[in-house]
T-cell receptor
Framework: GNSVTQMEGPVTLSEEAFLTINCTYT??????LFWYVQYPGEGLQLLLKATKADDKGSNKGFEATYRKETTSFHLEKGSVQVSDSAVYFC??????????????FGKGTKLSVIP | KAGVTQTPRYLIKTRGQQVTLSCSPISGHRSVSWYQQTPGQGLQFLFE???????NKGNFPGRFSGRQFSNSRSEMNVSTLELGDSALYLC?????????????FGPGTRLLVL
């Protein structure tokens, strides 16, 4: 079946530090890959996505590249801010049978950025 | 465009009761999915509806059910509530539910079972 493994936190960084959150996946076929972010008390917001190999998704200074050869989609940001403190989820969307493409999520990584 | 809305936002029930949660997708979106989020199990897929038909269901007991109306609004129902059903229930919508589409999430309904 489909699965996502991401580094579990919590991760604590100082403002302006470099961020990497590792994510690897297992899927049948050719999944689309996503990073979602969840702020306290809220639902999930799409951060970025990539739908085919070698695509790079980017948004708000965050980037991730779809690496088919290593089945990875690591999230990076060059300089984090306090406002980036949240929980980050890596997810894939692939055929789960019967023409349904549900999201499969990693466990989430809680990021805290301190001034 | 208005986002995905969910009602109610918070709910407290007791064991054995039943509950109905509602989700209104983004206008024009026909696929609606439901997910359960708990600290222990993380985010788990409950079911997906498309054009009033259940297209897929996750590994949850029959106490969990749902439906979708002709205007794409969806409801999920949990009967005979158990303490372990306490969770954040998230609804997400997309136009057709295909692999490359983004699913847009609502704010969730937080259910507490006492």
């Amino acid at each position: 079946g489909n699965s996502v493994t991401q580094m579990e936190g919590p991760v604590t960084l100082s403002e302006e530090a470099f961020l990497t959150i590792n994510c690897t996946y297992t899927a049948t076929g050719y999944p689309s890959l996503f990073w979602y972010v969840q702020y306290p008390g809220e639902g999930l917001q799409l951060l970025l996505k990539a739908t085919k190999a070698d695509d790079k998704g980017s948004n708000k200074g965050f980037e991730a590249t779809y690496r088919k050869e290593t089945t990875s989609f690591h999230l990076e940001k060059g300089s984090v801010q306090v406002s980036d403190s949240a929980v980050y989820f890596c997810a894939l969307r692939a055929d789960s049978g019967a023409g349904s493409y549900q999201l499969t999520f990693g466990k989430g990584t809680k990021l805290s950025v301190i001034p | 465009k208005a986002g995905v809305t969910q009602t109610p936002r918070y709910l407290i029930k007791t064991r054995g009761q039943q509950v109905t949660l509602s989700c209104s997708p983004i206008s024009g979106h026909r696929s609606v999915s439901w997910y359960q989020q708990t600290p222990g199990q993380g985010l788990q897929f409950l079911f997906e509806y498309f054009s009033e038909t259940q297209r897929n269901k996750g590994n949850f007991p029959g106490r969990f059910s749902g439906r979708q109306f002709s205007n794409s609004r969806s409801e999920m129902n949990v009967s005979t509530l158990e303490l372990g059903d306490s969770a954040l229930y998230l609804c997400a919508s997309s136009v057709l539910g295909t692999a490359k589409e983004t699913q847009y999430f609502g704010p969730g309904t937080r259910l507490l079972v006492l």
